[in-house]
């Protein structure tokens, strides 16, 4: 069975300071890799996926994701972090149909 | 702008009833999914379906039904509402291609 692990439950990063939320992955194949976001009492809201090619995907509000097949890591970053970062991050695997979601990470930016 | 509607943001049922919680899709997307999001348990896939009038159990059906008997609607089923039942419930759909979920904006269903 396909898998993902968000090992932090929560990431404390001042703005302005890089930031990075990390997420592991466990599937038989090559991986489709997906990263949302959810902010409070709403749907969850894509940000980038990974499907083949360039292992730094590009993705919404300025937040990209390295593939590392090594190390079965798909982690999410942002040069920057903004205050208006501050949301629950899920990382998700696909299962096809489905998606596999990570236990989500709280990210927590402060002025 | 491409769309999942669900029909309530906010629910408050008392326990026992039969509740019904409405999902719309407008992508013409072949799958959709019921979600249950609580604190320290993250998203748990409660019933999904590939096409109208299929469906599949997913990690957590106890309790709950689905139907779907138009593509682009996907209602749950709450049979007779429990209090360990209050919950965010989140709908979401996708095309057999693309694989990656569109979601609504959430139902969070109290019991009383």
């Known amino acids: 069975a396909q898998s993902v692990a968000q090992p932090e439950d929560q990431v404390n990063v001042a703005e302005g300071n890089p930031l990075t939320v990390k997420c592991t992955y466990s599937?038989?194949?090559?991986?489709?890799l997906f990263w949302y976001v959810q902010y409070p009492n709403r749907g969850l809201q894509f940000l980038l996926k990974y499907i083949t090619g360039d292992n730094l995907v590009k993705g919404s509000y300025g937040f990209e994701a390295e593939f590392n097949k090594s190390q079965t890591s798909f982690h999410l970053k942002k040069p920057s972090a903004l205050v208006s970062d501050s949301a629950l991050y899920f990382c998700a695997v696909r299962q096809s149909p489905m998606l596999t979601f990570g236990g989500g990470t709280r990210l927590m930016v402060k002025p | 702008d491409v769309k999942v509607t669900q029909s309530s943001r906010y629910l408050v049922k008392r326990t026992g009833e039969k509740v019904f919680l409405e999902c719309v899709q407008d992508m013409d997307h072949e799958n959709m999914f019921w979600y249950r999001q609580d604190p320290g348990l993250g998203l748990r896939l409660i019933y999904f379906s590939y096409d109208v009038k299929m469906k599949e159990k997913g990690d957590i059906p106890e309790g709950y039904s689905v139907s779907r008997e138009k593509k682009e609607r996907f209602s749950l089923i709450l049979e007779s509402a429990s209090t360990n039942q209050t919950s965010m419930y989140l709908c979401?759909?996708?095309?057999?291609?693309?694989?990656?979920?569109?979601f609504g904006s959430g139902t969070r269903l109290t019991v009383v």
């Open positions: 979401a759909s996708s095309s057999h291609a693309s694989g990656g979920y569109t």
């Open positions: 599937v038989s194949g090559n991986p489709y």
